[in-house]
């Protein structure tokens, strides 16, 4: 239960320091700008990694929970506890956006600026790239190393930096998934909860193929 508290206390704080921004952002017009939003996600992000790391891994992401799954780096078990918990953190803290600020009409939710298909295929290269790095720092599946959650959070920020105006930079179905449900507008989620996965879960024959050559 410690993991799976974990698992939701750290996509809690992910999404509403993360969302949260993108929030206030609009109801401050522009006042965190940008590169601001970028930031606070790839802090909230290195902030839970340390702080949930030795517990649970922070995963704080279905895409990465399945890849190390798939890489055999973590027990099937406990993956479907492991998404339930990080769901459930997500919607609850876009919940709590929604009680926050009622006006606001996406909650921060990740809406293509272009076609689908541009955002699709962006997303799939930003969560593959992640996930390589993830799995490339992490021991097992636990981001324990002492710059583990420098390089992943740092990685965050820096693609939901360049990607971000076009596709939201997800990288992250529960992230994807709670603002959307939550605010109603499910037209595009599609992209964020197949794109993402599948790029995670393409980064692991990469990396074994890297490590074993």
């Known amino acids: 239960m410690k993991k799976y508290l974990a698992e939701f206390l750290g996509t809690y704080a992910l999404v509403f320091a993360g969302t949260g921004a993108i929030v206030i952002d609009q ?6 700008t940008h590169v601001g939003v970028a930031i606070t996600f790839g802090l909230i992000v290195m902030s839970m990694i340390y702080t949930f790391g030795d517990i649970s891994g922070a995963h704080l992401n279905p895409a ?5 799954t798939v890489a055999k780096k973590f027990p099937v078990k406990e993956l479907f506890p492991f998404i339930i918990s990080q769901f459930a953190g997500a919607l609850l803290a876009s919940l709590t956006l929604k009680f926050l600020f009622p006006s606001n009409q996406f909650l921060g939710a990740t809406i293509p600026a272009g076609s689908d298909a541009q955002s699709f295929i962006l997303e799939f290269i930003l969560t ?25 959070g ?20 529960a992230r994807s998934l709670a603002p959307a ?27 074994k193929f890297i490590i074993e050559s």
């Open 154 to 173: 740092s990685v965050v920020a820096l693609e939901a930096m360049f990607a971000g105006p076009i596709c939201g930079a997800s990288m992250n179905p």
């Open 64 to 68: 990465v929970s399945i890849a190390f």
């Open 181 to 207: 449900v939550i605010s109603g507008h499910l037209e595009h989620l599609w992209i964020y909860l197949t794109a993402t996965i599948i790029g995670a879960v393409s980064a692991i024959p990469v990396w």
């Open 27 to 32: 109801q401050t017009h522009g006042s965190i």
């Open 128 to 152: 593959f790239f992640l996930m390589l790095v993830i799995i490339s720092v992490a021991k097992g599946s636990k981001e324990q190393g002492m710059f583990a959650g420098l390089a992943i």
